[in-house]
Each structure stands twice: as structure tokens, then as C-alpha cells.
């Protein structure tokens, strides 16, 4: 290793917690299937609280996970292969690690999502409180429209992601 | 690793399935069948979905395609829209500003920087210090990791400044951008480039330090040569056999042809030569334009021959090309100076357009034929990884009889670090293919 390299310092710690949750929305509007988390972030917008922060990362870096503030929750919301069309499945991140059936990514993002998570936990120093939710998807190709069965999920799969926010909110501390 | 079928069939037989392989772009597999110490079959397999994007831009306006063509990949957006616009005002005979021109060498150093950082310190460094991912090397070298991350960043911020967003990026328009960048814009990002500076010179340091195995072969290299600067946007289509053609002539010399276990078009040289692109091919071809500061590192290594002949060395290549792209970043943003209008005013029309550049993994090349309308009407797109495919087989035949005596885990690392040294991006590869059917009843 470069001396260089190893002197240099670990970021510093990032401040206060004024968002209670973020949740970091994947995909690409114009690549089918792919754009549903984008289509429900519009409708949540009004369902969610004010301390909720919602962002759009298309592809989901480690930098999305270490620009969360200490002490927020986080909720990634992707579309997914290897699951029915239409089918939502909810994950804690705790674990995602070696878990046996894998997270793999689809095509040309570098890192599996389980390494992307490590990592950003690693240069955090703790574990990020946080869930994924993802959306089976049937047609990923260039074009606007949704399939038939993410059409009819997208408000089960807005459902989905005001649960996992209200799961992953940090407790209030209540009146002294 | 994960997927992996693996089988010995004894003293000098070896038989490699890897299923799946990771830390590459995109999927695909390789398959090596050695008997007797003879490579028998040596294939690297691109089972990535087709992706039908030159039928996918016939009909569109040129700005459309450039747009369009930036869907194919998400690691090098920059390059197939540096590509197709190059290769439109060409064809169109459209004068872009100086500025204009400077800044899109700058986007492409981002792209460069984004995508360096990430092979070297993500995808490829954990094969050399014994890591199985770069999640297991930032246990043990967390400072690696955070620089690789600090350069990757800086790479995809000088991308987003200037192309609008990191992924994808949209300013990009036939004649210039979409609009103009005040200097205290471009400046802005100057402090980050200095710090990226920094860190690509200590990976230059740290690369050189690591032990490649052995492995030297004589491969023939192509990539462009500029006699001004190193190569990026523009030049001359060159090889280490003496080609010296313009970069519109990339099928006056060379052609695709379908291998029946791989859905990319295999590319070789009319003669069938394998070739091999990328930045081991453009240190070697034109290390003379370098910056002067990647210059002075790569002569502090004394490895510009081993990088000519041993793959595993692309890795210090890539090294290299950091301090070029951020040392030439910090000059351009020094330099620049707004221009006059955002984009030089142009007519569609008909036109034969084609161009090459070199994106992060090699030259790409695109051809297109304009009708009376100015739209499509044919496209042709060759992502380097297509062309590099044949001379990864040929290395991995080359190399693979050196692992019959180790271990079946120890020999498969090496043979997949070896695939990993050419970056390959399987998801670009993949581009139209003609089907064909043979009804064997």
C-alpha cells in the first residue's frame, strides 16, 4: 500500500438528524419497468411527512448511502429481476450480506447492492438503520409505459414503501 | 466468487466454468477447455440481452441519437455521445468553437476519472492483494477504498457539471451543448480536481507497487493517435503493426463477424487478426502525449514495456490515465473561457457521418447515413469491449496452460483477474446482432 494512501483520514462524521428518513428511489423513467419507483414518488410526496426526505439516484452509489445523516433511516426502492411482475418484496438492509439467494445487480452497475450497503456502512462506522423495497419487473427496454402487473402494483407498492419509512423512523423522544 | 462449476480432469486436462462472472460489467461467462497442456477451446461468453440500439435510432434526428446512444451504458455514457457527435459534425461539416471543444474534453477526462477509479480500486485491486470483493478490502484497507471513492466521485461531478446529471447526460447537442457554462461554473469544481490529482499520483504509486503473475505476449495494439494531445476525441485510428488510418475509415480495415457463443459481434481486422484496445494500447501507442505529469509517473515506474506486453499491468495503465485525465481537467478548467454562443447553428441534411474516440475501455466507432431529411437511416455502433473479445480469447488460450499446475481456486482467479485487466463492459457489447436459425432436421 501507498504510505500516501493509508495517512489519508476517515471523512468526517456528517451532522444532525433535521430528516427523520430518507428514501433513495432507483431506476431510469424511460427504461419501462424500471421508472415504477419514480412513478410513486410523485403520489408520496403529499403522503409522507415532512421530515421524510425523498431522492431520486437512478443507480444506487455508496455515496447515496453515506450523504444519509447520522441517525435517519433510509429506504432504497428499486425494481427488480427474479421476482413475479408485480410481486414487492421488503428486506432490512441488516443482513443483506451473504445472504444465499444473493442481490446481483442487472446489467452494467459495478457493485452488488449488498457491497454497496457494506461499504457505506463501513466508512459510516455503524450499520444504517434501513429497508429496500423492491418491485418485480417484467419489461425493461427503452419506453414510458409499465407492464400490466407493475401497473396494477403501484399502489401496493406505495403502501409498501409508507410502511417501510414508519418501520425504519427513528423513535421520538417523548416529554421529559 | 459465486456460480462457479468447476472440474479437473487430471494432469494437464483443465476445464474452467465460470458461470457468472463478477466484477465485470454486465453478464457473461467464460468457458476454458484445456487438454494435454493444448488450449482447446477458450471462450469468452456475452449472454447479456441484445440491445437493439442501432435499430433503435434509425428515423431519429441526430441530437435524438445522441441522447438515445447515452442510454447503452451507464459506466461511459460520455463516450458513445462524444462518439456520435463527433461523427455528425464530420459528416455535416460543422466548426465547433474551441471551448466547445475543450469542454467536451473535459466531460470525457470525467468519465475517464469515474471510470479509472472505480476498475482500479473497486473492481480489479481486490484480485491483487487476495480480496474477494471490495467490500473484503475495505476491512483491511479502508483508505484505499475511501481514495477510490473520493476519485470516483470527482470523476461523475465533472460528468453531472457539465452534462447536466452523472448518469446519462443530456447537454451534449450537434454543434456544441444545450447551453453555456459561465467560468465560475467550471472553476467551481477546480479544488476537487486538485485533490483527485492527488489521489490518482498516490495510486500511480500504489499500482506500480503490486505483483502482476507473469505473463508476456505480444499482442497487436490499436488506438487512436493525436499529434497534438493524447488521444480522447480525436486522431487517427493507429496499431503497433504500423495502421495509420483516419478515424472515419474504422471499416476499411476492420469487420464484425457472430460467434456462435456470445450474443456481441466479435470484431477483427479484415485479415482475422484479434486486437486489443484500451489504455495498455494507448500508453503504448502514443505515451509520448501524455501530460507532462503522467509523463513524469509513468517514467518513474520504468513499466511502459511491461505494460505493452503483460496484460495484468493495465491496471497501472489505468493509473497512468488518472493523473492524465485530472492533470488535463485542472488545465482545460484554467483555460476556459465562455463561448460565444452555446452551439454552432447547423442544417440537417444528408450526410455519411463516422467517427471514432476512445472511451475508458478502448476506441468505439459509430457510423451513420443521414437522408434528405437529416434523419437515420442506417447506424452502426462498435463498443470496444466487441473488439477487444477476440483478443481476450486469444490471451487466455495464451495464457491459460501457466495455471495447469496450480490449484483449480488459485488457477480460476488468475484466468478471471486476467479478463478483468481488459475492464471488460458486457452490457455495451452487446448491440444488435443478426439472428440466424440453422434447422439441422
Request: proline content about 7%; glycine content about 8%; some cysteine.
Amino acid at each position: 500500500m501507498s504510505r500516501a494512501l493509508l495517512a489519508r483520514r476517515p471523512r468526517p462524521p456528517r451532522g444532525g438528524a433535521a430528516v427523520a428518513v430518507e428514501v433513495l428511489v432507483c431506476g431510469s423513467p424511460d427504461r419501462g419497468d424500471d421508472g415504477a419507483p419514480m412513478a410513486v414518488m410523485a403520489r408520496l410526496r403529499e403522503q409522507l411527512p415532512p421530515d421524510v426526505k425523498m431522492r431520486a439516484v437512478g443507480m444506487l452509489d455508496v455515496d447515496d448511502l453515506l450523504s444519509v445523516p447520522y441517525g435517519a433511516g433510509v429506504v432504497i426502492v428499486d425494481a427488480a429481476t427474479g421476482i413475479d411482475p408485480g410481486a414487492i418484496v421488503d428486506l432490512a438492509l441488516t443482513g443483506l450480506i451473504g445472504r444465499p439467494d444473493g442481490l446481483h445487480p442487472r446489467s452494467s452497475h459495478a457493485l452488488a447492492l449488498p457491497e454497496v450497503v457494506g461499504l457505506a456502512e463501513m466508512l459510516r462506522g455503524r450499520p444504517l438503520c434501513g429497508r429496500i423495497v423492491a418491485i418485480g419487473g417484467a419489461h425493461f427496454g427503452l419506453g414510458t409505459s409499465f407492464s400490466r402487473p407493475v401497473n396494477a402494483a403501484l399502489d401496493p407498492l406505495s403502501e409498501a414503501i409508507v410502511q417501510a419509512v414508519a418501520s425504519v423512523r427513528p423513535p421520538v423522544a417523548g416529554p421529559a | 466468487m459465486h456460480d462457479l462449476d468447476l472440474a479437473s480432469g487430471g494432469s494437464g486436462d483443465l476445464a474452467i466454468d465460470v458461470a457468472m462472472m463478477t466484477r465485470v460489467e454486465g453478464e457473461g461467462s467464460l468457458r476454458l477447455r484445456v487438454r494435454n497442456g493444448v488450449v482447446e477451446e477458450a471462450r469468452l461468453e456475452i449472454f447479456e440481452a441484445p440491445r437493439y440500439f442501432e435499430q433503435l435510432v434509425v428515423g431519429r434526428t441526430p441530437d435524438e441519437v445522441i441522447d438515445i446512444v447515452a442510454r447503452i451504458c451507464g459506466i461511459c455514457p460520455i463516450a458513445y455521445q462524444m462518439t456520435a457527435v463527433h461523427a455528425f459534425e464530420h459528416g455535416l461539416g460543422i466548426e465547433v468553437d474551441p471551448q466547445i471543444r475543450a469542454l467536451r474534453r473535459l466531460m470525457y477526462c470525467g468519465e475517464w476519472i469515474e471510470s479509472h477509479a472505480l476498475h482500479i480500486y473497486l473492481l480489479h485491486l481486490p484480485d491483487f492483494l487476495g480480496y474477494a470483493s471490495a467490500l473484503e478490502l475495505a476491512k483491511d484497507h479502508r483508505p484505499a477504498v475511501e481514495a477510490g471513492l473520493t476519485l470516483k466521485k470527482a470523476g461523475n461531478q465533472l460528468v453531472e457539471l457539465i452534462g447536466g446529471r452523472a448518469i446519462h447526460p443530456v447537454s451534449v447537442r450537434v454543434g456544441g451543448f444545450s447551453r453555456t457554462f459561465r467560468r465560475s461554473e467550471i472553476t467551481a469544481i477546480r479544488g476537487q480536481m486538485t485533490e483527485a490529482l492527488d489521489i490518482a499520483r498516490q495510486t500511480v504509486d500504489l499500482v506500480a507497487g503490486l505483483e502482476p503473475p507473469a505473463f508476456q505476449r505480444e499482442a497487436r495494439l490499436v488506438s487512436l493517435r493525436h499529434p497534438g494531445e493524447y488521444p480522447m476525441n480525436e486522431g487517427r485510428i493507429v496499431s503497433s503493426d504500423g495502421l495509420d488510418i483516419a478515424a472515419t475509415d474504422w471499416l476499411t480495415e476492420f469487420q464484425e463477424s457472430q460467434v456462435s457463443w456470445s450474443h456481441a459481434l466479435q470484431s477483427r481486422d479484415l485479415a482475422g487478426r484479434p486486437y486489443l484496445l484500451g489504455p495498455a494500447s494507448r500508453i503504448t501507442l502514443a505515451a509520448d502525449q501524455l501530460h507532462p505529469l503522467a509523463a513524469e509517473a509513468l517514467a518513474a515506474t520504468g513499466l511502459a514495456e511491461e505494460i505493452r506486453t503483460n496484460p495484468y499491468r493495465s491496471i497501472l495503465a489505468r493509473a497512468i490515465e488518472l493523473v492524465d485525465a485530472t492533470a488535463e481537467a485542472i488545465d482545460i478548467i484554467d483555460a476556459y473561457e465562455p463561448p460565444a454562443q452555446a452551439a454552432t447553428p447547423w442544417t440537417p441534411g444528408p450526410a455519411s457521418a463516422a467517427w471514432a474516440t476512445e472511451a475508458p475501455r478502448g476506441l468505439i466507432f459509430h457510423a451513420y447515413e443521414l437522408d434528405q431529411r437529416g434523419l437515420v437511416r442506417n447506424a452502426r455502433i462498435v463498443p470496444p469491449t466487441s473488439q477487444n473479445q477476440a483478443g481476450i480469447e486469444a490471451d487466455l488460450a495464451s495464457f491459460a496452460p501457466q495455471v495447469l499446475d496450480l490449484p483449480m481456486d488459485q488457477a480460476t482467479h488468475r484466468i478471471e483477474q486476467l479478463v478483468r485487466s481488459y475492464d471488460p463492459c458486457i452490457s455495451c457489447a452487446t448491440h444488435f446482432l443478426n439472428l440466424s436459425v440453422e434447422d439441422l432436421s
